[in-house]
């Protein structure tokens, strides 16, 4: 995918989203409310949940058997639970009014991915500069290696290369050994 | 082939900007050498991470975006909890009550006082000067 083609999936993507958390975040900021939150928590776990989602749509066999209503409320609602079991708030009976339907393995599958992007992250904020944000302009922001070469001071775009993998292959250590680290 | 033109030559592959006899070349070389073939799957993989991680910080990017964007709208507001309303009346009614009915009693107190002065005006003989006036 190049800068082009992201710029032009970012817009769509913003309309889907605009779209989705016009008609459904005021039900999930009153799930929360009333049961021991804030708006910046109902902000947090809606946003989450929207990860989810997006995160399942992306995997390939994407099949929702219910409204995509349900199915939001139903992730919010047991992000919350988790949520309020890990700071030991809690709450007697959780009040809601919408119908709800399992996503506990949906769950599962994106506390899993986020830890190993979390992982990454790490290892990409411990390679210090430049080679964080040169790794980030061309792996995450699709920029091509004329630009990136411009931006960086680069006399070429063959240097700025060179220098991307050496810290590419930085990147791969690090990360190896945090995920050695957390998986033993 | 050394490390970085190897990586190179991946990312190539895999973005299919390989001229059609290298990528024969380069698929050759995989198939005849092991090491290499190993080479291309672990990064093959470790791209694909990356790759999930930029789609995932730019959603996290939009939704930020677009959470902002509809409350300066006005499309979507905060909300104060019923609860906590409910709450504070319970936990201050006494003390509340307290204060109106003070509020209420110097009223009535003020307002007697003032009709009785006003009264005590009305009465009272006037005096030389008020009559020379």
């Known amino acids: 995918m190049n800068q082009g083609c992201l710029k032009d999936w970012q817009r769509t993507t913003a309309r889907a989203v605009e779209t989705i958390y016009s008609k459904h975040f005021g039900m999930v900021q009153s799930l929360i409310i009333n049961n021991n939150g804030s708006s910046d928590d109902a902000r947090d776990i809606f946003q989450e949940a929207m990860i989810v989602l997006y995160e399942k ?20 609602r047991r992000l919350w639970l988790k949520r309020l079991n890990q700071s030991h708030r809690f709450v007697l009976e959780m009040n ?12 599962e599958g994106h506390e899993k991915r986020n830890g190993e992007f979390q ?3 790490k290892a990409l904020a411990s390679l210090g500069e430049p080679c964080k944000s040169l790794l980030e302009a061309f792996y995450i922001q699709k920029k091509n290696m004329n630009e990136i070469a411009g931006s960086f001071g ?4 063959e240097n700025a290369k060179n220098q991307k993998y050496k810290c590419l292959m930085r990147l791969r250590k690090l990360f190896f050994t945090e995920y050695k680290i957390n998986t033993v | ?53 930029g789609q995932i910080k730019n959603f996290k990017a939009t939704l930020h975006d677009v959470h902002n964007d509809l409350s300066e709208k006005g499309i979507i507001k905060p909300e104060v909890p019923k609860a906590v309303i409910r709450h504070l009346w319970k936990r201050h009614k006494r003390v509340m009550g307290v204060a109106a009915s003070i509020a209420g009693i110097t009223t009535l107190i003020v307002a007697s006082m003032v009709n009785y002065y006003s009264r005590q005006s009305q009465h009272r003989p006037t005096t030389a000067v008020e009559q020379k006036i």
Not at chain 1, 57 to 76: D, I, P, R, W
Not at chain 1, 154 to 157: A, F, K, L, R, V
């Open chain 1, 119 to 121: 992982l990454m992250e």
């Open chain 1, 57 to 76: 749509a992306n995997s390939g066999n994407f099949e929702l058997h219910c409204q995509l209503k349900t199915y939001l409320y139903s992730v919010c």
């Open chain 1, 96 to 107: 809601g009014v919408e119908e709800t339907v399992p996503v506990e393995e949906d769950i």
């Open chain 1, 154 to 157: 680069y006399t070429n775009p």
């Open chain 2, 1 to 53: 082939m050394d490390r970085i033109q190897l990586l190179d030559a991946v990312e190539r592959f895999l973005r299919d900007e390989m001229s059609p006899d290298e990528k024969y070349a380069f698929e050759h070389l995989r198939k005849t050498n092991p090491e290499v073939d190993q080479i291309v799957v672990e990064h093959t993989v470790f791209l694909n991470e990356l790759d999930k991680l």
